[in-house]
């Protein structure tokens, strides 16, 4: 996704693309992991209760600020006008304001019933409806090679996913023991753990289409014709709308006081999420969508690694398979675009838009 044409981007003085490149890099991929896995303690290990529509709203309070002082810079001599401009041509923003909101509440679920590395790993399907939506709402051409990149990179969230779930085969132990001892009790129980594991991966499949909906909706209305509004604008327009859903739903949810439960850990997700959004939008001024792509790639590993030594969540040697499989083909997707982009370079007609 490329900004618009009015977008601020100087490059700072002295650093040189290849260095922004691993800067952000290493940044999205440190606040990828940190963010999972403090969600992950937050609702799975400290059972903390909160409201999630406040942490959202704040999360969205702190992005529109860092987006108003960068869109300020641009246009310092008729930022009123600008903003004002702004608001009048928000309302096609409300559509991946609402589903990101979807998108954030059933995170908390997933992660509440399945460990921090499994759903990173899951989250790295929105390859996958990225490129689904992108063939349908963006006419982009999907060859078969990418097809087949995209079943292996399934294949290993699969591997992922299975061997992280609980024990089958203790589990089908246990149901069997129990109608042996007749103790319905512990059989319901085995068989709800399941379901509740299931539940989450569930959460967790639907929030990544989602995402990967919401993602191809903001590049279209971001590239359409005739609009001058770069990625900070944009941003701008989705917090309003954001603030709009989630602040009056974190003072029903709570009863007036929307910062009930908020602890440090509380608010160190908040500012988590909220620096996500600012580096993914940084990683679009300076670098380009595969900057994101490696940096999701080293999360996935880091999540893992470091999921097992915080919380004991499960780590083998067919899970480190599995991600070797996830990270492989999500970079061979990305050869895959460049490659074709090269041969359509080479060709007499115009280069196809690729994801």
Not at 54 to 68: D, H, R, W
Not at 184 to 189: E, F, K, N, P, R
Not at 198 to 211: D, E, F, K, R
Request: charged share 15%; hydrophobic share 50%.
């Amino acid at each position: 996704m490329a900004p618009g044409s009015g977008a601020w981007s100087p490059k700072p003085q002295g650093v040189s693309d290849v260095t922004l490149t691993t800067i952000f890099l290493v940044l999205l991929c440190v606040e990828n992991s940190a963010s999972m896995l403090a969600r992950r303690f937050v609702v799975g290990i400290a059972h903390q209760s909160f409201s999630k529509n406040a942490v959202l709203c704040a999360n969205e309070i702190v992005k529109m600020i860092f987006s108003l002082v960068m869109t300020s810079r641009a246009h310092s001599s008729n930022l009123s006008r600008h903003l004002t401009s702004l608001i009048r041509t928000s309302p096609r923003m409300g559509v991946p304001a609402f589903v990101y909101l979807v998108v954030n509440l059933i995170s908390y679920p997933a992660l509440a019933r399945i460990d921090a590395s499994t759903f990173t790993a899951i989250s790295q399907l929105k390859v996958l409806a990225t490129a689904f939506f992108a063939m349908f709402m963006l006419g982009t051409k999907v060859s078969g090679r990418k097809w087949r990149t995209l079943a292996m990179m399934v294949a290993g969230v699969t591997i992922i996913s299975l061997e992280s779930s609980p024990d089958s085969k203790h589990a089908h132990a246990d149901i069997i023991s129990a109608h042996e001892h007749g103790d319905v009790h512990v059989s319901i129980w085995s068989e709800l753990a399941d379901l509740d594991y299931l539940l989450g991966v569930a959460c967790a499949a639907t929030q990544t289409l989602l995402s990967g909906f919401a993602a191809i909706y903001f590049e279209k209305v971001l590239k359409a014709k005739g609009s001058d509004l770069n990625v900070w604008d944009r941003n701008i327009q989705l917090a309003i709308f954001s603030i709009a859903i989630y602040l009056p739903s974190s003072f029903i949810e709570t009863e007036g006081n929307p910062f009930a439960g908020f602890t440090g850990m509380v608010w160190f997700v908040v500012f988590l999420h909220a620096a996500g959004g600012i580096l993914v939008a940084l990683s679009v001024l300076y670098s380009n969508s595969i900057t994101k792509t490696v940096a999701v790639c080293g999360s996935l590993v880091l999540t893992t690694v470091l999921g097992k030594v915080l919380f004991d969540a499960p780590l083998n040697g067919v899970i480190l398979i599995g991600c070797v499989i996830v990270i492989l083909s999500i970079f061979s997707y990305r050869g895959d675009s460049e490659v074709e982009e090269k041969l359509a370079k080479l060709s007499s007609g115009p280069a196809p838009h690729e994801t």
